[in-house]
């Protein structure tokens, strides 16, 4: 006999479903997003990252080294639907509703009521926070995927007494850490805080340990030997600059005294701002008023989370507090404690939404069961206010947030990019400005270049090109610095020109309506104030 379908489960996800998938080109690609796809277009193609690696555990991009577990999984997904918006976000959203059912499954496995599992989709499927890390290609819902999925192999392991399911625990834990640098720190303690409430075995730790251990070996030389730790020594608190420049001031003002240097070091400052961090991630404004500073990670008029969430949370807690001795409500407890400290220990990590990520799963569940403590009529108010807060958010974000964040978003490429691989045909060059943002990465992804054509290409600024300091593909593609100014020179009418008019022309001249003497604009693209972003050149 078929089991009796749940209606409200199924809308709820499907409520999550539409949230994540709609419209996904809605807003432009922004330039991670674009060298992510590009990578995985290239692993794709050629079996290497676009620096001509083969089957890198480490990725080399134009401007870092990247952890590639994203850009694997994305594989399908830009076979499918190709290197355009859909190609790129779909394996983000895809792995966001994975996540989802992976907390749904957890809480079953904790046999937890539920109604709290519900309410607990509910939260994630509607929150700022879960929809907009679900709507962009960031690795951060590959990596929450694979970490709950190892969270729920253990917890499945332990709470049956054997160790069945610890390999897979393990791979899934370790596969985390090629996701982003957040997972590094998290999942140690996160595995030991289960086995610990647990109590496990010996066996089960060296199992567990041992498979994570021989998954991660390629990281681990990379952290030792190659450049897998360089990110993370350029955002630790302890190795940035501005704490060194910190207790240098002091000391200096202090005339280098024994006092001060106990009391100005670095492990002290330090110490300060790792506090200050990981006390701030709880704070009212990153939480419910503005969330990240940076306008792509959240949405500045509405909060990671929702308002009425707040008493929620109150309440969630005071209420396990009360269950504490259950192992479901110690892990619950642990989680939202843990989940702020790798953000914390990153020189501005007290409000940023991506290395914080994990802290929206306990924090959905805590407002599950402090909306469950409630009576009948508490809960349709609060339903009532959720349904107000949900559409004021919906509403600024389709009317308003993609006009707001437009520079964030980079927007303007896609078209310009569009327009040089319709019409390069028709020039001996094409010159792009790289000053407003690096033009090459862009260049390569809309117009789907094949990446073992690069491999090798030399993108620093050192050469002359008509004139300009800048480098050229094969194709005679350039890409130089117009900071002489676009009227410096004749242009030739045989080129293309793409020109920036923030770095290239500048303040209210609009070169469509006023172009120099001797240049047609053939383009012009614009932002929403209608102020022009690029022009489309060529000389008369």
Same mark, same amino acid.
Request: aromatic fraction near 16%; hydrophobic fraction near 45%; charged fraction near 20%.
């Given at each position: ?28 690609? %922004? ?37 590639? &577990? ?12 190709? +290197?355009?918006?859909? &190609? ?6 895809? !792995? ?5 059912? +992976? ?14 599992? $519900? /309410? ?49 625990? &393990? ?69 940035? #600059? ?18 001060? $240097?106990? %009391?100005?070091? #670095? ?33 500045? #008029?509405?909060?990671? *989370?929702?308002?009425?969430? +707040? ?10 507090? #009360? ?9 619950? *407890? ?10 914390? *220990? ?48 919906? +509403? ?5 947030? $993609? ?41 390569? !992804? ?21 004139? !300009?300091? &800048? ?41 469509? $309506? ?20 690029? /022009? ?5």
């Amino acid at each position: 006999m078929l089991k009796r379908i749940d209606w409200v489960l199924v809308l709820i996800l499907g409520l999550a479903v539409v949230l994540r998938v709609v419209r996904l080109d809605y807003l432009e690609l %922004f330039g991670d997003e674009i060298d992510a796809g590009y990578q995985s277009y290239s692993l794709l193609k050629t079996q290497a990252d676009y620096k001509g690696h083969v089957l890198p555990f480490y990725g080399q991009s134009f401007s870092e080294w990247r952890a590639l &577990g994203w850009m694997y999984v994305a594989i399908p997904f830009i076979s499918i639907f190709g +290197l355009n918006e859909w &190609g790129v976000r779909l394996t983000s959203a895809f !792995f966001g509703l994975i996540s989802m059912g +992976l907390v749904w499954l957890i809480l079953k496995e904790l046999k937890v009521r539920q109604d709290i599992g $519900k /309410y607990s989709l509910l939260f994630l499927a509607i929150s700022p926070w879960h929809v907009q890390y679900s709507r962009a290609g960031f690795e951060l819902t590959v990596m929450a995927t694979w970490v709950l999925l190892g969270v729920w192999l253990l917890i499945k392991t332990l709470g049956i007494k054997s160790n069945k399911w610890l390999i897979g625990a &393990g791979f899934a834990f370790g596969a985390a850490l090629y996701t982003y640098n957040t997972a590094n720190v998290f999942v140690p303690l996160i595995c030991l805080t289960i086995l610990i409430i647990y109590k496990a075995s010996l066996k089960s730790y060296l199992v567990l340990g041992l498979t994570g251990l021989i998954v991660c070996l390629p990281l681990i030389y990379q952290i030792l030997f190659g450049h897998a730790g360089d990110r993370f020594k350029t955002v630790s608190v302890f190795s940035h #600059k501005d704490v060194a420049a910190e207790v240098d001031e002091y000391r200096n003002a202090a005339g280098n005294s024994l006092w001060s $240097k106990v %009391f100005y070091n #670095k492990a002290v400052i330090g110490g300060k701002r790792i506090l200050f961090n990981y006390t701030n991630a709880y704070s009212g404004d990153f939480l419910f008023r503005m969330g990240d500073v940076t306008f792509r990670h959240s949405l500045h #008029k509405v909060g990671n *989370l929702y308002w009425l969430q +707040l008493p929620l949370l109150v309440l969630g807690v005071a209420y396990v507090l #009360k269950l504490r001795k259950d192992n479901g409500i110690k892990l619950l *407890l642990a989680s939202l404690l843990i989940a702020p400290i790798p953000s914390s *220990l990153t020189i501005d990590g007290f409000n940023h939404a991506s290395r914080l990520f994990l802290m929206v799963y306990p924090l959905s569940i805590m407002s599950a069961v402090g909306m469950v403590s409630l009576g009948r009529r508490w809960k349709y108010l609060i339903l009532l206010g959720l349904i107000f807060e949900f559409s004021n958010y919906q +509403l600024y974000y389709w009317n308003f947030y $993609k006009n707001e964040s437009w520079r964030w978003w980079h927007s303007g490429y896609k078209k310009a990019m569009t327009y040089v691989a319709d019409n390069k045909q028709n020039y001996k060059k094409v010159l792009m400005d790289n000053t407003y943002e690096p033009a090459l990465v862009r260049y390569l !992804f809309w117009n789907q270049i094949n990446p073992r054509t690069i491999w090798g290409v030399d993108d620093r600024m050192n050469q002359s090109i008509d004139g !300009f300091d &800048g480098y050229c593909l094969s194709d005679n593609s350039c890409f130089v610095d117009f900071k002489q100014g676009i009227t410096s020179k004749p242009l030739d009418k045989e080129v293309l020109y793409l020109v920036s008019h923030e770095r290239s022309i500048g303040g209210d001249w609009d070169f469509s $309506k006023n172009p120099s003497a001797g240049i047609e604009v053939l383009e012009t693209i614009r932002n929403y104030k209608n102020e022009p972003i690029f /022009y489309l050149l060529k000389g008369q």
